[in-house]
């Protein structure tokens, strides 16, 4: 009888990464994002719902958000990332920071908005982002990453979120302070 490439490890993180990816929801996501993270995607959510003006698509991105984060975690928690993949994921959490930082600048300094900075540098995370899950998750989950990414870099969503008085400033308001706070506790 051949031998079996059997990884009881492997296998077990595959199990994981499949069965939160179908359980996908606030209850799942509670277990690997903290009060302030889940606060921030709720806002999100009321973000793409109240743009879109699609509950269908608000919740579509979210859950499509929710999995590439526990899926994330998942690898993450189980030692599955290599040397350069470390490497990769400090970059991706610098670059990440680095957009979130100038997202909060946006808000707060009335009339410097720049939506090609703020495209590029989302680009940027989308690209490593790409580069870390590519060994570990299946073209589905790129697939997640590319629509969640692309609906945030639209460049016309972006302009009339950062209107000084449009209507997106209370969600973008409750935004930045939980950015904000999410880099006082140094989760970001």
Same mark, same amino acid.
């Given at each position: 009888m051949a031998e079996?490439?059997?990884n009881a490890k492997?296998?077990? %993180?595959?199990?994981? +990464? +499949?069965?939160?990816?179908?359980m996908a929801s606030k209850k799942v996501a509670k277990a690997f994002i903290d009060d302030t993270t889940g606060d921030l995607l709720d806002q999100l959510y009321q973000? %793409?719902?109240k743009d879109s003006g699609s509950k269908k698509e608000a919740e579509k991105i979210m859950k499509d958000l929710i999995k590439i984060v526990v899926k994330l975690t %998942?690898?993450?928690?189980?030692?599955q990332f290599n040397q350069n993949e470390i490497a990769l994921a400090e970059k991706f959490r610098r670059t990440f920071k680095q957009s979130a930082m100038t997202f909060?600048?946006?808000?707060?300094? &009335?009339?410097?908005? &720049?939506? &090609?900075?703020?495209?590029?540098?989302?680009?940027?995370? =989308? =690209?490593?982002?790409?580069?870390?899950?590519?060994?570990h998750l299946t073209a589905k989950s790129h697939g997640r990453v590319?629509?969640?990414?692309?609906?945030?870099? @639209?460049?016309?969503l972006l302009e009339r979120v950062f209107e000084p008085k449009?209507?997106?400033?209370?969600?973008?308001?409750?935004? %930045?302070?939980?950015?904000?706070?999410?880099?006082? @506790?140094?989760?970001?």
């Amino acid at each position: 009888m051949a031998e079996s490439n059997f990884n009881a490890k492997s296998f077990t %993180v595959q199990a994981q +990464k +499949k069965v939160l990816g179908k359980m996908a929801s606030k209850k799942v996501a509670k277990a690997f994002i903290d009060d302030t993270t889940g606060d921030l995607l709720d806002q999100l959510y009321q973000l %793409v719902k109240k743009d879109s003006g699609s509950k269908k698509e608000a919740e579509k991105i979210m859950k499509d958000l929710i999995k590439i984060v526990v899926k994330l975690t %998942v690898l993450f928690r189980n030692n599955q990332f290599n040397q350069n993949e470390i490497a990769l994921a400090e970059k991706f959490r610098r670059t990440f920071k680095q957009s979130a930082m100038t997202f909060i600048s946006f808000c707060e300094v &009335d009339f410097s908005f &720049d939506k &090609d900075f703020l495209c590029n540098s989302l680009e940027d995370c =989308k =690209k490593l982002l790409h580069q870390l899950i590519e060994r570990h998750l299946t073209a589905k989950s790129h697939g997640r990453v590319d629509h969640v990414f692309g609906f945030f870099t @639209e460049g016309d969503l972006l302009e009339r979120v950062f209107e000084p008085k449009g209507p997106h400033r209370p969600i973008l308001t409750g935004m %930045v302070a939980n950015l904000n706070k999410l880099m006082e @506790e140094g989760n970001l």
